[in-house]
């Protein structure tokens, strides 16, 4: 057929919803459109002569749409609910023209829907409708397309939350209305058609998306974890990775700031293995912190991806690899590995050295990625390598058979200390010490490694916290005689997966040399103390399971450890923790909280993962408080304020239970508020914490371990530097769509006891406490010097020795200075 036989094109049809009950919003849409189309036959609305404003958006909108909807008829469909728009859109194609569905014009009010964003019913209602659309009706359902007019007008705006679609408040005057969609029509016009051009030309499946989500799920299956904070570079591989791990049953973790993403990839590494994918956008690959060289020392497993420049581009914008800087150094210099991936043709042998370096198990893996290998589409995919098998360091025979010598047949005291344990590890470590009468400490870095509970059953081996700062009572009682340390052949520690950093111990390097026999196991040997007797470089759990294996006990060594652990006192060692001034001390706080907690455990069942910050408070509940299992401390590492709270949401949202959180006021000053993205996961992905989260908020006012160090050891009363300013927000409960966030004050906690003991096993609630404490020196072990307080249990004699050589240390300073 010649093209002169064909059949004329019929002109496209744009079709305009108009949604709601009143006349008058259908009616102000039909002159709008009319007024834009310069239609002769509407008769004019009239609004042009008396705002000025109206009619010039007309006439610009005129001038656009004469020519680009040229040939191209707009129709108005009226209907009362979103619910009808499937049956009218329809209806309206029924004759068989295809039609583009323009705009969706919505008044919320009138067709019965809320546009708050905590509550709203517009998102679901256009899902609906996007699956009932008919063939013939093209339509995306996007911000160019849906126009929501919410009637807001006396509610208080309780949230914003930017939607797929455009909100705004319905105006009051019928001219305002008009004006605007005349300019969503003119906007739709003008960027629709572009917009399906970028849909089109966007890669199909983005290369590097696919090597790694492909990397992941063959290590961790639907373990590993998405952690992103968007940006322009990173947004079309956020985008794909997102509905990737949707698709797989991964966990989609976002946070308040780059540095919250890495905390809460840390905290999942420790508690769970669970490796991870981070992305962020060019420049921000210093938005991290401290958190890197935290990642780095605990091995975590993972990739972090920031995007960067082209190579040779000229002094570009936020890049960080170019002729200027090298961000490389700097991640060299913390001994991070890294790869640059800025060749799409190169991208297979990159990733495969990525993947190797993964593999040599030394920490995250850094790619900085270029634009062009961000976006290159898959062309074959990258191979997957097998995993490397985990290599095995063996115990040597006759260290392993010297250990089991010691730890079965030499009568003397014996204390492990224990860094981080999978299950069988642990399991193994109790056993043994059952076996052995062994007593049991944790660590300040690594609280809950083993702890005073198993499986709800107490753990009579366990003494509790045994480190730098947080020291406890029985820990000290074990290890001391009369205030003094024993002596080194009476006793030894045996420091279990752990490097021996100076937080995990009270003793100077003198003592640690000289004063203590130390037995040290460790995968790595580079981690040997010099100070260890007994240096065991092996695989822990290997390690266990031979010793279990050869253990034989003495029945006398038995004995003499059973006797040596029943004598400490389970005690605070201290009496203000007894005595209900307010504000609280931390230790009247934490003991009566402990107390609670200890009831939950061994009547209810109850479990929990603890979160500890860096600071008076948190370290007070590490020492006092009854835990369940193993929980996450920011003083690991680099002890960086703060990243214990921002860990909060990825392992509240990730755990099956409870999860209490201590963070102390100055802290919290210095990171961002965790509440919006809890509420935002809650809202836009459905997803709760699986238990209770409760936030403690310790509230005194200053940085007590600086004003604790000032006033022990220079004399310094509070001052300048030591003070924070905490506004105290008022209390209150409200509801985020299907996510609760209470918030109370706690003066005194035995007000507020019966209340915790319920709201601590509410699951889902998001609970924020603000305890408002005093600031003290006194127990918790914050100082070693603190051992031999007036307060204790026991008054050794070196109390009074260390009192007068004070007092004549102090005559004397005050004869020199003529006081």
Not at 718 to 741: C, F, S
Request: hydrophobic residues 40%.
């Amino acid at each position: 057929m010649h093209s002169s036989d064909q059949p004329a094109a019929l002109p496209e049809r744009l079709l305009a919803v108009s949604v709601g009950k009143a006349p008058g919003f259908h009616d102000t849409v039909t002159a709008a459109l009319a007024d834009a189309l310069g239609d002769p036959s509407a008769h004019p609305a009239g609004w042009a002569g008396h705002h000025p404003a109206y009619g010039e958006t007309v006439r610009r909108a005129r001038r656009f749409l004469g020519r680009a909807l040229a040939g191209q008829q707009v129709e108005q469909v009226r209907v009362d609910t979103l619910s009808e728009v499937a049956d009218a859109l329809r209806e309206a194609v029924d004759g068989g023209r295809p039609a583009t569905l323009a705009l969706l014009l919505v008044d919320a009010v009138g067709a019965g829907l809320s546009a708050d964003p905590l509550t709203e019913t517009v998102g679901p209602a256009l899902h609906e409708l996007r699956a009932g659309l008919p063939q013939d009706v093209r339509a995306d359902l996007s911000a160019y397309t849906v126009q929501v007019y919410a009637d807001d007008a006396g509610a208080p705006e309780r949230a914003r939350l930017a939607p797929p679609y455009t909100v705004r408040r319905l105006p009051g005057e019928p001219w305002l209305l008009a004006a605007d969609v005349v300019r969503a029509l003119a906007d739709f016009a003008q960027f629709h058609d572009a917009a399906d051009v970028l849909r089109e030309t966007a890669p199909p499946a983005r290369a590097l998306a696919d090597a790694l989500t492909g990397f992941l799920a063959a290590r961790a299956g639907t373990a590993w974890g998405l952690h992103y904070y968007t940006g322009s570079l990173v947004t079309g591989l956020i985008g794909e990775l997102e509905q990737t791990a949707e698709r797989s049953g991964n966990p989609v973790l976002r946070g308040p700031s780059e540095h919250g993403l890495a905390c809460g990839a840390l905290a999942r590494w420790q508690l769970d293995g669970a490796p991870f994918l981070i992305v962020v956008t060019n420049g921000m690959v210093d938005e991290f912190r401290g958190t890197l060289a935290n990642l780095r020392e605990a091995r975590a497993r993972g990739f972090i991806v920031c995007a960067d420049s082209e190579s040779d581009a000229w002094f570009p914008f936020q890049g960080t690899v170019h002729g200027a800087e090298d961000s490389r150094e700097v991640l060299r210099a913390r001994r991070l590995r890294s790869c640059y991936l800025d060749d799409p043709a190169r991208l297979p042998q990159d990733l495969a050295e990525a993947f190797e370096a993964y593999e040599a198990d030394q920490g995250p893996v850094v790619l900085l990625v270029s634009r062009a290998v961000l976006d290159a589409p898959v062309s074959e995919p990258v191979p997957v390598p097998p995993p490397r098998p985990a290599a095995v360091l063996r115990v040597a025979e006759g260290t392993l058979a010297e250990v089991a010598r010691l730890v079965g047949r030499e009568p003397v005291r014996m204390l492990w200390q224990c860094g981080t344990l999978d299950r069988e590890e642990r399991e193994l470590t109790y056993d043994i010490a059952r076996s052995a009468g062994l007593a049991l400490a944790d660590s300040p870095i690594r609280p809950g490694s083993v702890a005073r509970y198993r499986d709800g059953e107490r753990v009579p081996e366990y003494l509790g916290t045994f480190g730098m700062f947080g020291c406890s009572a029985r820990v000290h009682d074990y290890l001391h005689r009369d205030g003094r340390l024993r002596r080194k052949n009476e006793q030894s520690v045996l420091f279990l997966k752990s490097r021996i950093a100076e937080l995990t111990t009270p003793f100077t390097p003198r003592v640690l040399d000289r004063g203590l026999h130390i037995v040290q196991v460790t995968h790595d040997p580079a981690h040997l103390a010099p100070f260890a007797d007994l240096p065991v470089p092996a695989d822990a759990r290997t390690f266990l399971r031979e010793l279990r294996e050869r253990l034989s006990v003495a029945p006398e060594v038995l004995a003499l450890r059973q006797r040596a652990i029943a004598e400490t006192r389970d005690s605070a060692s201290d009496m203000v923790h007894q005595l209900p001034l307010l504000p609280m001390s931390p230790n009247y706080f934490f003991h009566r909280l402990g107390a609670v907690l200890d009831d939950l455990i061994v009547h209810q069942g109850y479990t929990y993962t603890g979160l500890y910050d860096v600071g008076r408070g948190a370290m007070s509940a590490i020492r006092n408080l009854p835990r369940t299992g193993p929980g996450f401390s920011g003083w690991y590492g680099r002890a960086l304020m703060g990243d214990a709270l921002q860990a909060a949401p990825a392992v509240a949202l990730t755990r099956e239970g409870n999860v209490l959180a201590f963070v102390g006021d100055g802290a919290l000053g210095l990171v961002p508020d965790i509440v919006p993205t809890l509420v935002q996961q809650a809202v836009l992905y459905g997803a709760r914490p699986g238990g209770n989260l409760s936030v403690f908020r310790l509230v005194d006012g200053g940085h007590s371990v600086i004003r604790t160090y000032r006033e022990t050891q220079s004399g310094a009363t509070a001052d300048r530097q030591t003070r924070i300013l905490h506004l105290l927000e008022p209390e209150g409960r409200q509801h985020y769509g299907p996510l609760t966030v209470t918030h109370r004050h706690i003066g005194d906690i035995a007000d507020s006891e019966d209340e915790l003991r319920a709201r601590l096993q509410e699951p889902g609630v998001v609970d924020l406490y603000s305890v408002l404490l005093s600031h003290n020196n006194e127990g918790d072990g914050m100082n070693l010097a603190g051992a031999s307080g007036w307060q204790r249990d026991d008054l050794p004699e070196l109390a009074f020795t260390i009192a007068r050589a004070a007092r004549r240390a102090g005559q004397s300073a005050r004869r020199r200075s003529g006081r």
